[in-house]
Each structure stands twice: as structure tokens, then as C-alpha cells.
């Protein structure tokens, strides 16, 4: 009997432990390798993504460095050292903008390995679902849809087809930065951007939408906008 009171208390304890953890996914704008230092740790090991699972919640105090190459040398540029914050029982997906601020881009349920190996979204594994991968409309129904649009005279026009060709959630990151550039006004391009943050596919390579923009201005503008 004590020992199957020991066996209870152990696996609440652990089911309440993985109940108040966090985890963590960070990448730069540009996709580029860093290292960094998460809290106290020391991830020195160079990726253009960081993953950090069963991670405690809070404040989480990061120091990232870009790796750059100088002639024959490899140097670390530093980007962004301050505080992130983790939600309990979610997955943060923060990307480090052209600005080097930290962007929020997706949360999503946390869940321990045990819990979630069968469960299913939208008929994919929750925990295998594709990340950087994900297909998005083909390049030639781009192509056609980007035609389409270049035919439209008056941008106001379209600005509305484009929005709504966003709403049908096919466009990957880099589709729609392209999109952007169908804008001469760039207040529109940063509105746009702004809209579609909700639709990419990819959502942990949407910084790559600054790249649209040329004005820092704008750059700032759409950095709050996305950072609300």
C-alpha cells in the first residue's frame, strides 16, 4: 500500500511539473546561425533555430549572437540581450526582427510527449506538424494569383483582392513579402504585412517580410504592429 501511495504521489508530481512548464522556439528574421545564452545556459552549438522544451516560465533573460563570417574568421555579432516571456503550458515562437527586437509570432498548446502523441490536428500530429517546410500555394498558382493582382489598376482595388487572397491561409512568409512589393504606397505594404501575419503557413519565417520595406519608418511601424 505505501509503496503504491509513492507510485501516485511520483506521477502527479511529474503531470503537475510538465502542467507548469513552458517551451521555447527562437530564430532571427534573416534565418541566419547564432548562438546564445538562454538565462544561464550556455547553447553554444550554432543553429538558425533554437529550441528549448520543459523550459520554467517568466521572464526568460536571452542574450543572442549572430554568427558572422570576416574573411577567414567567424565572429559573434551580438543582436538582442534582454527578457522574453514565456507563458505556462505554451509553445512561444519568437523571431528577432531586422530591428533586433523580439516579435511574437505564434503561441501554441503545451503538452508532454506522453500527452499528445495521438493527438491529431487537422489530421498531422500535433507535435509533428511542419514548421519551416510547409509547401504553401505552389509557385505557379503564385505566379497566376501575382498576375492577377499586377492587372488591377487602381491599388486601393488591389489592396481588397490582395487581403482577401490572404485570408484563404496558402501564402507562405516569403510569398507574401513578394505580394508586398505589388505596392507602390508603403503604408499599405506595412498594413498588409500586418493582416497577414495571421494567415502565413510559416509563421517563424515571417520576419522575412521586412524585407519589403525600405523605409525605417516603415520598418518601425510594422515592428510595433506585429509585436502587439
Known amino acids: 500500500m505505501r509503496?503504491?501511495?509513492?507510485?501516485?504521489f511520483i506521477s502527479f508530481s511529474a503531470?503537475?511539473?510538465s502542467a507548469q512548464l513552458a517551451e521555447l522556439h527562437l530564430s532571427l528574421g534573416?534565418?541566419?546561425f547564432f548562438v546564445s545564452t538562454v538565462r544561464t545556459t550556455e547553447y553554444s552549438?550554432?543553429?538558425?533555430?533554437?529550441?528549448?522544451?520543459?523550459?520554467?516560465?517568466?521572464?526568460?533573460?536571452i542574450n543572442l549572437r549572430k554568427l558572422k563570417t570576416v574573411g577567414n574568421s567567424t565572429i559573434e555579432q551580438p543582436v538582442f540581450k534582454g527578457d522574453l516571456f514565456?507563458?505556462?503550458?505554451?509553445?512561444?515562437?519568437?523571431?528577432?526582427?531586422?530591428?533586433?527586437q523580439p516579435i511574437l509570432v505564434k503561441t501554441e498548446q503545451f503538452e508532454s510527449e506522453s500527452n499528445n502523441r495521438d493527438q491529431?490536428?487537422?489530421?498531422?500530429?500535433?507535435?509533428?506538424?511542419?514548421?519551416t517546410n510547409f509547401m504553401g500555394m505552389s509557385n505557379d498558382k503564385f505566379t497566376e494569383q501575382m498576375q492577377l493582382l499586377g492587372n488591377i489598376d487602381q491599388e486601393r482595388q488591389r489592396y481588397v483582392t490582395a487581403r482577401d487572397l490572404l485570408s484563404l491561409?496558402?501564402?507562405?512568409?516569403?510569398?507574401?513579402?513578394?505580394?508586398?512589393l505589388l505596392f507602390e504606397n508603403e503604408s499599405n505594404r506595412v498594413r498588409l504585412a500586418d493582416e497577414g501575419q495571421q494567415f502565413a503557413t510559416d509563421p517563424e519565417?515571417?520576419?522575412?517580410?521586412f524585407e519589403a520595406l525600405s523605409r525605417p519608418s516603415a520598418v518601425r511601424r510594422l515592428s510595433r504592429r506585429l509585436s502587439n
Do not use: W
Open 3 to 8: 509503496a503504491l501511495s509513492i507510485f501516485i
Open 15 to 17: 503531470f503537475y511539473s
Open 30 to 32: 534573416d534565418s541566419a
Open 45 to 61: 552549438k550554432p543553429s538558425s533555430v533554437l529550441v528549448i522544451t520543459e523550459i520554467k516560465p517568466g521572464n526568460c533573460n
Open 86 to 100: 514565456l507563458q505556462e503550458g505554451l509553445i512561444s515562437h519568437y523571431v528577432i526582427n531586422y530591428a533586433n
Open 120 to 131: 491529431v490536428q487537422g489530421g498531422i500530429p500535433l507535435r509533428t506538424q511542419p514548421t
Open 169 to 180: 491561409g496558402t501564402l507562405k512568409s516569403s510569398q507574401i513579402a513578394e505580394m508586398m
Open 205 to 209: 519565417n515571417y520576419q522575412v517580410v
